[in-house]
Nanobody
Framework: QVQLVESGGGLVQAGGSLRLSCAAS????????MGWYRQAPGKQRELVAI???????NYADAVKGRFTISRDVPKNMVYLQMNSLKSEDTAVYYC????????????WGQGTQVTVSS
């Protein structure tokens, strides 16, 4: 069973930066993709950024040029560097892993709150 633990959320002023981290533990197997999603109050969860096993990244249009996803494969960790934060970035951010051990799996972290004050 795979578990994800996020860290790095908090309160920041608009224009500031935060770095989120997500650590995976357990029987991970091979990872197909690591990603970050977010959910603001009253809204659906949405993709923020994803990095595939080949290193190709994809970003939501709203964060392109401001956020950067990266990973440390040996440590089974994924990061989200968030710069030039805006009030509309306020949300709970969730880490997501998709992998395969004996079968495909998808796991979510517990979420970390990011609040950007204007």
């Amino acid at each position: 069973q795979v578990q994800l633990v996020e860290s790095g959320g908090g309160l920041v002023q608009a224009g500031g930066s935060l770095r989120l981290s997500c650590a995976a533990s357990g029987s991970i197997g091979s990872i197909n993709a690591m990603g970050w999603y977010r959910q603001a109050p009253g809204k659906q969860r949405e993709l923020v950024a994803i990095i595939a096993s080949d290193g190709i990244t994809n970003y939501a249009d709203a964060v392109k040029g401001r956020f950067t996803i990266s990973r440390d494969v040996p440590k089974n960790m994924v990061y989200l560097q968030m710069n030039s934060l805006k009030s509309e970035d306020t949300a709970v951010y969730y880490c997501n892993f998709r992998g395969r051990l004996r079968s495909r799996y998808e796991v979510w972290g517990q979420g970390t709150q990011v609040t950007v004050s204007s």
